[in-house]
């Protein structure tokens, strides 16, 4: 899977692809993640990327023509990208079905803007879809481009040592993940509930699966009408909508 990242700041993209998951799809040959600085597609002596916005305002607006110059650039040194994200807070949300997506188109080009908003044309010209990492207002695209980057790489088969586990992950099925623990058996007058030192390996699968269910109601009700639940979720879900408790 190929990445081509486009930023004012690559040092700081540099950190994140240097670190962790994405570190270690790159060492073992399955990811290939270059970043680009948005500068080095400019021409005038002072490196312009920003000018000031027509129509006057505050702030300043990011130009077209370097963007433009980068996305040729990748282009010819690196092939033509299945998706060119601009990452933007107009964008639509980024989820888990979106990482699938863009794992699938095999190389995936993303644009980080700065400043007060980036020049219409690059989404008209350059990008082929615009991506929001959620309701909140960071200062740049950096920082999602590196979740975006994460959360897609670690579906890519071989960078994450047990796929089991990428395919159990929260939001795979739609549900959140059941309560961890690990020794000491109490701490703090915190017991670990007893039926998972039960050492009963069909009462742990059906505990598990249970909290997962019954916190994904208490904390994200909206995942539930989704999700993909099997017979026995189904039945508990009518049970603890009733209120109440059953054995099985
Ligand atoms: C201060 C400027 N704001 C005035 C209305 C608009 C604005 C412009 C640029 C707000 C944030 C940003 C920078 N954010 C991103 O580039 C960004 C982002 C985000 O802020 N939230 C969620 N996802 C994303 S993806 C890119």
Known sequence: MTFDIVTIFPRMVEAGVAEGVVRRGIDAGVLDVRVHDLRDFTVDRHR???DMPYGGGPGMVMKVEPFVKAIDHVKATRGTAGAVVLLSPQGRAFTQREARR????????LLCGRYEGIDERVRTLVATEEISVGDF??????LPALLVLDAVSRL??????DEASVEADSFTRGLLDCPHYTRPATFAGLAVPDVLLSGHHEAVRRWRKREALART????PDLVGAAEL?????RWLAEIRKGGRTSS
């Not at 863009?102 to 080009?109: A, K, Y």
């Not at 207002?137 to 950096?142: A, I, K, R, T």
């Not at 099997?230 to 189904?234: I, N, Q, S, T």
């Open 230 to 234: 099997d017979d026995e979720e189904r």
């Open 137 to 142: 207002v960071v200062s740049g695209g950096e």
């Open 156 to 161: 890519v088969a071989g960078v994450v040592g």
């Open 48 to 50: 312009t990327v920003d």
């Open 102 to 109: 863009l794992r699938d188109t095999g190389h995936v080009v």
């Open 217 to 220: 109601l208490e904390r994200r």
